[in-house]
């Protein structure tokens, strides 16, 4: 079975390697390289934008399974940090570590559980970034504590 997804465009919009992407429904994001790379540094990397997927993608899940569990989020934050291969082309990212951060009424093991089903079930973009290669760890955090499951 063929899931199908919106077309996307891209555009050369500012300099050499600076891309406006489209959807067909009018959203953009803009990609770059640094400076230093001889880029113009106005957009996420390409390599960025795939933490920037995975954040996307884990946010739709844990927010989807807390509001069935009548958590109430008021605040969610979310980051992504990673080691790619040194030293290869293509430098394929390596380890991927994700902080969710949460505030409001949500119980902390609920929390944890619906990351844990995010990264390990749901996430397309998870089981496609481990599939390359990539060790995906996470951790929770609610109303300022870090939660362990232990």
């Known amino acids: 079975m063929r899931i199908d997804m919106a077309l996307i465009t891209a555009v050369n919009t500012h300099g050499d390697y600076g891309l406006t992407i489209t959807d067909t429904s009018g959203n953009t994001m ?5 400076l230093e790379q001889g880029g113009t540094g106005k957009g996420l990397r390409p390599m960025q934008s795939m933490l920037a997927a995975l954040l996307g993608c884990s946010s739709v ?30 430098s394929l990212w390596k380890s991927i570590h994700l902080r969710f951060i949460l505030s409001g009424q949500i119980d902390p093991a609920k929390a944890y559980r619906a990351a844990a089903l995010s990264m390990e079930k749901y996430c397309s973009v998870a089981e496609t970034l481990r599939r390359a290669g990539a060790s995906i760890t996470f951790t929770v955090e609610v109303n300022g504590t870090e939660f362990n499951p232990s």
């Open 61 to 90: 899940d844990i927010v989807g399974i807390l509001k069935k569990q009548k958590q109430e989020i008021t605040d969610f934050r979310m980051e992504a940090d990673g080691d790619r291969e040194p030293g290869t082309e293509p």
């Open 30 to 34: 803009q990609t770059d390289i640094p």
